[in-house]
């Protein structure tokens, strides 16, 4: 990876959606990327989304000139009927925006089979993946005219030659109802280990309760953790919280922090990769899988008021860095680059 060329998109880069994108994901399970990509359909023409392995809870959200037939729930890869209708699909586009390892493998070679550019997008840095995975990100990292990355962090991931870094954005216009507090410790995301739920478990301190919002079973039971489903009334849960906790052991970005800060509700984030760059001092940082570390966090932030209000104002202003119109803008301005006839 070394010698790559990494840049910072601009601040403001040209505007309107002019060429049909397709976006293919894995599936549309509620995920940051997934969100985005939910988002910008539909707020965009000319936009679709397929994926790889079915649908999900995001589905109902998608307009319906996005939807395209999704492919089967299956473990491993598509059926040869599913890949099918992905390659026709890129066919009709103009440019294939794909996204997580499954979306780069398939939709890459569905834009290769449709002699269509691809743009990639490195979401994570996924430091669990397996040597398999790693070798054929190294093969399929050479096939998109560009790739975007989330941070710095995500950049270093990717094995592409040139990365052009887009920071997500958050709608801020959800996030305008004042914070009030009261509602405890709240965290939400995917119940995998990367999300360090298990490490807040063990840092609560003494009376002190904690609702986790996200996907998939629970992995473990504990008197002071409630299990919440996935929640898309996301702005107003954040406005009734105490402190929304982000435990992660590795982020390549942080959008649930991201919204934490727009939301105004007292952050804290583990130290790690791109968290530490999206928060800068808005944010109380404590090492990952330091229960102590957190514990101690969560005292100090429960414990001052004048904290939790300085918090919340700095977290505002820190977010206002971030609106999303910026990194749809961005995207936008990677598509031209990718179908112009000079490579971009």
């Known amino acids: 990876m070394a010698g790559r060329a990494v840049t910072t998109a601009a601040a403001r880069l040209p505007g309107a959606l002019v060429l049909r994108v397709l976006h293919v994901l894995p599936t549309l399970d509620p995920g940051g990327a997934e969100r985005l990509v939910v988002e910008h359909a539909r707020r965009s023409e000319g936009v679709a989304i397929a994926t790889v392995f079915g649908g999900g809870a995001l589905e109902p959200q998608l307009p319906a000139s996005a939807a395209l037939p999704l492919g089967e729930r299956r473990p491993g890869r598509p059926s040869a009927r599913a890949f099918a209708r992905l390659v026709a699909a890129a066919r009709a586009a103009d440019v294939v925006h794909t ?6 493998l398939w939709g890459g070679l569905a834009a290769r089979l449709a002699g269509r550019p691809q743009v990639s997008h490195e979401h994570n840095v996924d430091r669990d993946e397996a040597a398999h995975v790693r070798a054929a990100r190294r093969v399929i990292g050479r096939w998109p005219a560009l790739t975007l990355a989330v941070s710095e962090a995500a950049a270093r991931h990717s094995f592409a030659a040139e990365v052009r870094v887009v920071p997500n954005g958050v709608d801020l216009a959800r996030f305008t109802r004042p914070w009030r507090g009261g509602g405890g410790v709240v965290a939400l995301g995917r119940r ?4 360090g739920f298990d490490v807040l478990a063990a840092a609560l301190p003494s009376g002190v309760h904690a609702r986790l919002f996200g996907t998939g079973d629970p992995p473990f039971s504990h008197p002071q953790v409630r299990w919440e489903p996935p929640t898309e009334a996301v702005a107003e849960l954040l406005a009734g919280a105490d402190v929304l906790v982000v435990p992660s052991r590795w982020e390549g970005f942080g959008l649930v922090a991201l919204e934490g800060l727009a939301a105004g ?3 804290i984030v583990t130290a790690v990769d791109g968290l530490v760059d999206l928060v800068g001092d808005a944010a109380i940082l404590v090492p990952p899988d330091d229960a ?6 969560l005292v100090r932030v429960l414990g001052d ?3 939790r209000h300085d918090l919340s104002r700095r977290g505002r202003e820190r977010a206002a860095r971030f609106p999303l119109e910026r990194t749809f803008s961005a995207w936008n301005a990677a598509y031209a680059a990718a179908t112009a006839p000079t490579g971009g």
């Open 305 to 307: 008021a004048a904290l």
């Open 265 to 267: 509700v007292p952050v």
């Open 99 to 104: 996204h997580l390892f499954a979306g780069d």
């Open 192 to 195: 995998v280990p990367q999300k």
């Open 292 to 297: 102590a570390a957190l514990r101690d966090a």
